[in-house]
């Protein structure tokens, strides 16, 4: 299994940006997806999540301005995040789990910067 993140970059505050994590190697509807960030400085946080049959979790203080969704025909996880403001910056880290083998896989990780 193999997560390939991307659309990070720099953004304004107030902006939006959408990330998207390919999967392959398996089919991504049978996986639980989450994406985390890691700012600089803190350790790793869940921002948010979608289980295999599409129920949504996310960060408190994110509800409202950040979207997880799906295209398992696409094999693909989206992040959409609007509204961004400096906090949001870190590397953006998508992750699957696979309830078979109670593993969990991650991508690269995926830069996001919003100024100020």
């Known amino acids: 299994v193999q997560l390939q993140a991307s659309g990070g970059g720099l953004v304004q505050a107030g902006g939006s940006l959408r990330l998207s994590c390919a999967v392959s190697g398996i089919i991504s509807g049978m996986l639980e997806m989450g994406w985390y960030r890691q700012a600089p400085g803190k350790e790793r946080e869940s921002v948010a999540s979608?289980?295999?049959?599409?129920?949504?979790n996310y960060l408190d203080s994110l509800k409202g301005r950040f979207t997880i969704s799906r295209d398992n025909a696409k094999n693909t996880v989206f992040l959409q995040m609007n509204s961004v403001n400096p906090e949001d910056t870190g590397i953006y880290y998508c992750?699957?789990?696979?309830?078979?083998?109670?593993?969990?896989?991650w991508g690269q990780g995926t830069q996001v910067t919003v100024s100020s």
């Open positions: 979608i289980s295999s049959g599409g129920t949504t």
């Open positions: 992750k699957a789990h696979y309830s078979r083998n109670n593993r969990d896989y």
